[in-house]
């Protein structure tokens, strides 16, 4: 005693915001022995719960040759693949019988699960009195096309812009993107995975989502949440700036302002000597030039071990490394830079105590020490 069937294969399925419904035929087909037939439908033990139960399944019978409507005929049953539906009758000799097997989702469920897979299954068995025939199982595999932009992730952060970028979702009906900031809809015709919002404040957190829209304008599903912060706003040209430390003291240059000076740090006050300028070189590095006298900051970092900051007498020589800074972004928290010397990069300042001197050590990684953070704080005119 055999029976076979085709067709239930053919249900595998990838719903997207615009297919939203499978129609299929399934055939079965009994051996040479009269019997009846019991094909049961439903979802397999490992898919889940709920997406299967989020399908609906509906069946009616249709007569040779005719091909299966998209629309069920009135009165067919909905069921789905979580409570299974059950197809018997009896089948002469070598007979066949057809049935439309149409599964769907709605469009609200299908965007509340992007990405979501289940395997659906298909027992097929026949008995004739005593005898029962071995039981024919197929599965087919039916899913949501993952609607949402995946990985998105900063590539590139200013004190003012922050540029984004994103993969596209699985979901090929995507035609363009929302991006947000926050709650704020800040772009709605984005069609390439990449965007740059500008004019934001230096040193501030931002959040950015961003969702996928077809080409109905069915706005779908969300992409991961970015969280960053821009850098801190690198120092204006002209300006004057106490450079404080996380303690909260300024670095000081006392006098005498002389060749070699060492600096320190002291409470924060309105004295000259504890206002320094920071003049931009073409590669973007800095000198730290002192109010009160012609003098900048020297590092002395080529003697590869940790050394006092000193004020020197600017040098376009074979001192000028040392004379150079850069500023690299330190804790988010704080706010602060680190200051490391353009000689050896491996050398940032570093606060001691208030009235200790300023030194170059090894510069610390995230989490970056403290003591080698310093905010700039504009100094009134």
């Not at 239930?8 to 615009?18: G, I, Q, V």
């Not at 939203?20 to 087909?29: G, R």
């Not at 599964?103 to 299954?121: L, V, Y």
């Not at 540029?163 to 390439?192: F, L």
């Amino acid at each position: 005693m055999t029976i076979s069937q085709t067709g239930f294969a053919d249900l595998a399925t990838t719903y997207t915001s615009t297919v939203l419904t499978a129609t299929k035929l399934v055939t079965v087909t009994n051996g040479t022995v009269p019997a009846r037939y019991d094909l049961v439908l439903g979802a397999a033990s490992s898919a889940p719960a709920a997406f299967a139960g989020d399908i609906t399944v509906r069946t009616w019978l249709i007569a040779a040759p005719g091909v299966c409507a998209t629309t069920p005929p009135t009165g067919t049953p909905s069921r789905s693949w979580a409570t299974g539906v059950t197809l018997s009758g009896d089948l002469a000799a070598a007979a066949t019988v057809r049935y439309c097997v149409q599964t769907s989702i709605t469009s609200a469920a299908a965007g509340n699960t992007p990405g979501t897979t289940m395997t659906a299954r298909m027992d097929l068995r026949a008995h004739a009195g005593n005898w029962t025939s071995p039981v024919t199982t197929v599965t087919t595999v039916q899913k949501v096309a993952n609607t949402a932009p995946r990985a998105l992730v900063a590539v590139k952060k200013t004190h003012s812009a922050i540029s984004m970028s994103w993969s596209a979702p699985d979901d090929k009906t995507v035609t363009r993107y929302q991006v947000y900031r926050g709650t704020d809809k800040i772009s709605e015709v984005q069609s390439a995975t990449t965007f740059t919002d500008t004019d934001r404040v230096a040193s501030t957190q931002y959040e950015y989502t961003v969702r996928a829209v077809d080409g109905s304008n069915n706005v779908l599903a969300a992409s991961n949440v970015l969280a960053v912060t821009t850098n801190k706003q690198s120092p204006a040209p002209g300006v004057w700036f106490h450079v404080v430390t996380a303690d909260g003291s300024c670095v000081e240059a006392a006098a005498p302002q002389v060749e070699g000076r060492v600096l320190a740090t002291t409470q924060c006050s309105t004295a000259p000597s504890s206002s320094f300028q920071f003049v931009a070189e073409p590669d973007g590095t800095y000198k730290i030039a002192a109010n009160t006298t012609a003098r900048v900051w020297d590092s002395r970092a080529k003697k590869q071990g940790s050394s006092d900051v000193t004020l020197s007498v600017e040098d376009d020589g074979p001192k000028k490394l040392e004379q150079r800074f850069s500023l690299t972004s330190g804790d988010d928290s704080i706010g602060g830079f680190q200051i490391r010397s353009v000689q050896e990069n491996r050398q940032c300042m570093q606060s001691g105590a208030t009235g200790a001197a300023l030194t170059m050590q090894a510069c610390g990684t995230a989490p970056v020490p403290k003591n080698q953070q310093f905010t700039l704080v504009e100094v009134a005119p």
